[in-house]
């Protein structure tokens, strides 16, 4: 619930809990077959984050596990 008393979106909500999670340093190597794919996308319950491959940024602690996960970290 916002402070005006109405109902948070899920994107909205997921974007504050991720910001409260504890940051990780990662970064996503460019992909060996297409250098053209620059740009992660990845969403968590309809908030996304757009990553740029051959940078090290800091994520929420769930955005690494997902990226752990689908094998780009």
Do not use: Q, W
Request: charged share 30%.
């Amino acid at each position: 619930m916002r402070k005006d008393g109405c109902k948070m979106d899920p994107a909205e909500e997921a974007g504050r809990m991720l910001a409260a999670e504890p940051k990780v340093r990662v970064r996503i190597p460019m992909h060996p077959l297409n250098e053209e794919d620059r740009v992660v996308p990845v969403c968590v319950n309809g908030y996304n984050y757009f990553l740029n491959r051959s940078e090290t940024v800091e994520v929420p602690e769930t955005v690494a596990e997902l990226l752990a996960a689908a094998a780009y970290i």
